[in-house]
Structure formats: C-alpha cells, structure tokens
C-alpha cells in the first residue's frame, strides 16, 4: 500500500482545495405551474409532482 513519503503541510493541502467549491444553483420557471425551481429536479407544486413541464406523480407527498 502506498505511503507518502513526507507530510503534506495544512497550507499545500487548503491550497489545492481553493478550487473545490460550491456555485450558486441554477434557477428556472416551469413553463406549465410558473412555479420557480432547481434545474433538473422534480418539484412539487399543489401536491402534484413535476418535471421538466410534466406531471409524474399525483397526490405526492
């Protein structure tokens, strides 16, 4: 099993994780309730399940 050979220092190891980060979530109308929603997840509005302007499920919950 592989080892490293010295310790990485808390200043190398932040350094490189200065890229991993969270963007802000991309917001959409649906074009059937109007309702507001993340992009390409199913959202409930009135007690219907929809995605992507469709119904999928009724009475979810």
Request: glycine share 6%; aromatic share 6%.
């Amino acid at each position: 099993m592989a080892h490293p050979k010295r310790k990485i220092s808390k200043t190398r190891r932040d350094k490189r994780r200065t890229h991993v980060n969270l963007g802000t979530k991309t917001l959409s109308v649906d074009a059937t309730t109007g309702e507001i929603h993340v992009r390409h997840r199913a959202h409930v509005y009135e007690g219907n399940l929809f995605y992507k302007g469709k119904l999928v499920a009724e009475d979810y919950k």
